[in-house]
């Protein structure tokens, strides 16, 4: 199946705004009363042990998604994004070279939410259910999937993303550069693995290939993956 590669905001990355790295609420309104919240982890710092450490945990999803939320809800307030969803900021304000500051941050969000989401402890493996179907359907075979995915996700030139999605036919792997995202092209994501350094280099420093396999051998939640499905 072809795959396709999303690289349609590599510009813009200047209007990122220097990281506010303290904590704010959970899941839904803030009880700072701004309008994105951070989602609470799924699990604790230190679950994902020993492939990913707490501290590259305690660094990524504490400061870098922290960041990203806290420069959102000062970009937005008095625009008519500020009281719009997550989704809905993201869709109106992408391919937009005014609001590219706007569209990095909140892609950024949400890009980090669902990579959390994206891995449990214990997870890995081959799937089994409607996702191990419709892997070995799309792609002939788990493995055939694994080698794709690995490909895409160490292939992604500098910062960005590889991502499973859903299309009309089936699933494919698409991968995106920067802060770009399957929802801002009307596109379904499944699982994604963040392959920006930050994600893996505390860990496995430049070999993002071990990071990319250990991911898929013990950190995927494919159950995650197959209630995107939908």
């Known amino acids: 199946m072809e795959r396709r590669d999303f690289l349609k905001y590599s510009a813009g990355l200047g209007a990122l705004?220097?990281?506010?790295?303290?904590?704010?609420?959970?899941?839904?309104?803030?009880?700072?009363?701004?309008?994105?919240?951070?989602?609470?982890?799924?699990?604790?710092?230190?679950?994902?042990?020993?492939?990913?450490s707490a501290k590259t945990v305690s660094f990524h999803y504490g400061?870098?998604?922290?960041?990203?939320?806290?420069?959102?809800?000062?970009?937005?307030?008095?625009?008519?994004?500020a009281k719009m969803s997550l989704k809905d900021i993201i869709i109106k304000t992408k391919g937009q070279?005014?609001?590219?500051?706007?569209?990095?941050?909140?892609?950024?969000?949400?890009?980090?939410?669902?990579?959390?989401?994206?891995?449990?402890?214990?997870?890995?493996?081959?799937?089994?259910?409607?996702?191990?179907?419709?892997?070995?359907a799309s792609f002939g075979s788990y493995e055939k999937?694994?080698?794709?995915?690995t490909e895409a996700a160490g292939s992604q030139f500098g910062s960005g993303w590889a991502w499973l999605v859903k299309n009309q036919e089936g699933l494919e792997i698409i991968k995106t550069a920067n802060a770009d995202?399957?929802?801002?092209h009307g596109i379904t994501p499944i699982i994604v693995i963040d392959v920006w350094e930050h994600a893996y280099y505390l860990d496995y420093q430049?070999?993002?290939?071990?990071?990319?396999?250990?991911?898929?051998?013990?950190?995927?939640?494919?159950?995650?993956?197959?209630?995107?499905?939908?």
Request: glycine share 10%; net charge positive; aromatic share 14%.
């Open 63 to 81: 400061k870098h998604h922290t960041g990203y939320v806290n420069n959102i809800n000062n970009l937005i307030p008095g625009t008519a994004f």
């Open 206 to 230: 430049n070999k993002r290939g071990d990071y990319i396999k250990t991911w898929l051998e013990h950190l995927v939640n494919w159950d995650f993956a197959e209630k995107n499905l939908g």
């Open 181 to 184: 995202t399957p929802i801002a």
């Open 145 to 149: 999937f694994a080698h794709a995915f």
């Open 97 to 136: 070279a005014d609001y590219a500051g706007i569209f990095n941050n909140a892609a950024q969000v949400y890009n980090h939410t669902f990579y959390w989401d994206s891995m449990k402890p214990g997870g890995g493996g081959i799937p089994e259910g409607r996702i191990g179907e419709k892997i070995k």
């Open 17 to 52: 705004a220097l990281l506010n790295f303290s904590a704010i609420g959970c899941i839904g309104k803030s009880k700072t009363g701004q309008s994105i919240s951070l989602a609470k982890l799924p699990y604790a710092e230190n679950a994902l042990e020993p492939y990913i």
